[in-house]
């Protein structure tokens, strides 16, 4: 048992969790208002869709690097 | 057979017919589950596709023993892995779907979108982490970002459509989050 993993795995899972959590609360949110999600609300969902898309990409083109010799 | 050769065998399967049956259940007619299994079966189903990942990510993580056979040198340990990871993924696209988690009224192509956006956003995250845990390889987590950014893409044309032409917009939102689950379907049998 490697308690490091069990933590990365978990911590994983409740990242996911509160994001599908974030944007559930949104629409329930709205739907109980009357209303619909604002277009600066889809925004935001937007926003964070390229930030963890540009993040990505950093970490591959880190991963790619040569190590230093 | 012990937990994690269980998981590693049957998993995939029995992720992949939850995901299905939920599937399946939510294209009905409401009134038809309320005579039967009851309006909520979706969401129950769900819910333990969802503890049925969480229980696999534990186990995974707990494994301290090499996979069988060994991976190739310079290549990851990908066959756990890649279940977890697809696993993840059903969740996120579950998540687009948004109808088995409470949320019983229709979707505004705005909620959708946000929804679709956020999956994106849940793909892109969880490839980063295992990247950066050593649990995938830089090609695998490559091909996890190209599909990401043209779901983006595909969101984004059918946000820019639905302002001048609702219901083409609509079906191109329809095409993107069908595309999610080919995505999610295609990593769920893949290991």
Redesign the interface.
Known sequence: ??PA??I???T??E???Q??A???S???A??AAGT????A??EG??D??????A???A??QA??KPPAS | MNATNWFDTHGTKVLAVLLAIATALEALDPAVLTGTLGPKAPLWITLAATIFA?AH??V???N?TPPTPPPAAGKPAGGFVRL?LAA?LA??AV?AG?AA???T?P??F??Q???G??S???I??????????GKIS?AD??N??TQ??NL?EA??IA?MVEATDAATGGNKLQAAITAINALVTYLATFK
Request: charged fraction near 15%.
């Open positions: 048992m490697n993993n069990i990365a795995a978990l994983l899972l990242t996911l969790f994001q599908v974030g944007v559930v949104d629409i329930k709205a739907q619909d999600l604002t277009a609300q889809v969902y937007r964070a869709a390229n930030a963890a898309i993040q990505l990409e970490d591959i991963a790619n | 969480a990510a534990v995974s993580a707990t301290t977890e993840i969740i996120m998540a948004c988690l409470g949320i009224q979707l505004t705005n909620e979108l946000a929804a956006y956020q994106d956003a849940g892109a995250t969880t490839a980063d982490q295992l990247l950066k845990a830089a987590a490559q996890v970002e990401a950014v983006r969101l984004d946000n």
